[in-house]
């Protein structure tokens, strides 16, 4: 179950980021790290978390999957990295976004990816970067069917 297509605006915000390439699965030790990193560099981390596809899953190779998780910060920080480690800091640029709520397992994605992608190419829109699923409830310490995740796309008119 998901929620409607809808456009917002993103504000302009600081994250850590671990840069990442290959499994999936390698989600929850690329948590461990950034967290590990944003607390010895002296930041909190506010929520959501996120992350970034910069490539398809399915459509790569699984060991050429490119990704990056990212958690804001409270603070300022210089833009910097990654680092031999694939850490660092971006200062996110405003944006608009079209984006859409999954409700449910990550299995069940897919169909929310597809109504996203639907909409966006029939509403005169066009994507101008790379796909971001920001993570509204902890999916460690969430039923399966209870996870929300909502789905971001840039775009731009055509």
Not at 33 to 55: C, D, H, W
Not at 64 to 83: A, T
Not at 135 to 152: F, M, Q, S
């Amino acid at each position: 179950m998901d929620t409607e297509v809808a456009i917002k605006k993103i504000a302009p915000t600081i994250v850590a980021f671990v840069a990442m390439k290959g499994s999936l699965s390698l989600i929850n030790s690329a948590f461990g790290k950034l967290y590990t990193f944003v607390a010895e560099a002296g930041f909190i981390p506010a929520i959501p978390p996120s992350r970034v596809y910069f490539n398809i899953p399915g459509r790569v190779p699984e060991q050429d999957l490119k990704w990056e998780l990212r958690v804001p910060i409270v603070g300022i920080c210089d833009p910097s990295g990654p680092d031999a480690k694939g850490l660092g800091f971006h200062c996110l640029e405003a944006s608009t976004v079209a984006f859409i709520v999954h409700r449910g397992p990550f299995s069940t994605i897919g169909d929310t990816y597809k109504k996203i992608m639907d909409w966006i190419a029939s509403n005169g829109y066009k994507m101008t970067g790379p796909c971001e699923e920001v993570y509204l409830t902890e999916p460690g310490n969430t039923p399966p069917a209870e996870i929300l995740t909502e789905i971001r796309f840039p775009i731009s008119k055509r």
